[in-house]
């Protein structure tokens, strides 16, 4: 079965990097988009960054400049590179993948989460 497996998260100083990985793996027809959204405690989950199949991006605001969304269509995974972390960004980052199963049966598949950690 279809599922999206996590790696990367961890613990970082403020300026420092992480680059977390996502994959999708299972019968899939096609992949709209995938992406990154992240929930702390007391908050909603919101959207980090996401990519389409074609390649087009968007990010929240607080991380442009910052972070780097990129895919590899035929590994169906998609990266996020995370320089110059602030403590702010400490979060759960939850993988998100959306397409089409069949021609006509949409999916819509979340991840585990991984923490991410940022401090001194």
């Known amino acids: 079965q279809a599922q999206l497996v996590e790696s990367g998260g961890g613990s970082a100083q403020p300026g420092g990097s992480l680059r977390l990985t996502c994959t999708l793996s299972?019968?899939?027809?096609?992949?709209?988009?995938m992406g990154w959204y992240r929930q702390a405690p007391g908050n909603q989950r919101d959207l980090v960054a996401r990519i389409t199949s074609s390649g087009s991006t968007n990010y929240t605001d607080s991380v442009k400049g910052r972070f780097t969304i990129s895919r590899d269509n035929a590994k169906n995974t998609v990266y996020l590179q995370m320089n110059s972390l602030k403590p702010e960004d400490t979060a759960v980052y939850i993988c998100?993948?959306?397409?089409?199963?069949?021609?006509?049966?949409?999916?819509?598949?979340w991840g585990r989460g991984t923490q991410v950690t940022v401090s001194s």
């Open positions: 998100h993948a959306d397409g089409l199963i069949l021609e006509a049966s949409p999916f819509d598949y």
């Open positions: 299972g019968s899939i027809f096609s992949v709209h988009a």
